[in-house]
């Protein structure tokens, strides 16, 4: 007669910069009647009993398949049929139409919600650049410099003149990493303090792998 519960969510309540192409998983306190956990995967009504929507649930997303199901049948997995919308709060909602093994209901659920990554790397117009050369001052060329915010990133390769820039950047601060085979890896770190901002990073110095 004990109703089950919700023991975990993936993305996690109140979580940011939540890639778009996420799962959504739901695991419950005790197993779960199989049957019970429906979804919508024909349009955007938010029919079923595991529902996701941006929109206080005027519409659902549409999920690909039915949920997976694994955990001793606690846990459920949801893909949605198309990657989520950037920078968007969805919510997750479990109806009473979820039941446990012995037909006891779920209490209405529903998620303080979890937001999608804005892609930094194409939504503004700022740019960082800079050069890189080695420890005898001539340009370094194809070092990669990996550009990181968040935990997303985009790598570009240094030109034949050791430069080396990315553009169409959003405001935020940057961790700049560079790389090249036989050399010492370095970083540095940029802020754009908008999205049109345009700076050059400091010439960056790198020594040979052994080298003190």
């Known amino acids: 007669t004990i109703r089950p519960t919700i023991s975990g969510l993936n993305p996690t309540d109140n979580s940011s910069d939540v890639t778009v192409s996420t799962n959504i998983a739901v695991t419950f306190s005790e197993k779960i009647s199989t049957g019970s956990v429906t979804t919508n995967t024909s349009d955007t009504s938010c029919s079923g009993s595991l529902q996701l929507s941006s929109d206080n649930f005027s519409t659902c997303i549409k999920m690909s398949a039915t949920p ?8 459920f997995t949801l893909t949605p049929a198309d ?4 920078r968007t709060t969805y ?12 037909g006891v209901s ?5 998620s303080n919600g979890f937001s999608t990554y804005y892609n930094r790397f194409t939504s503004g117009s700022g740019i960082i650049s800079g050069a890189i050369i080695r420890d005898n001052g001539s340009a370094l060329s194809a070092a990669d410099v990996e550009y990181n915010i968040g935990g997303y990133t985009k790598t570009v ?13 959003t405001s935020g601060s940057y961790t700049l990493t560079y790389s090249l085979s036989g050399f ?6 940029a802020t754009l303090g908008t999205d049109t901002d345009n700076i050059t990073v400091a010439t960056l110095t790198m020594c040979p792998s052994g080298s003190s």
């Open 68 to 75: 997976s199901v694994s955990n001793d049948d606690k846990t």
């Open 157 to 169: 390769n240094s030109d034949s003149d050791g430069d080396y820039g990315i553009y169409s950047l």
């Open 83 to 86: 990657n989520l919308s950037e």
């Open 106 to 110: 779920l209490e209405t659920y529903t």
């Open 184 to 189: 010492q890896g370095a970083t540095q770190s």
């Open 91 to 102: 919510n997750i909602k479990l109806t009473t139409s979820v039941k446990d093994a012995n």
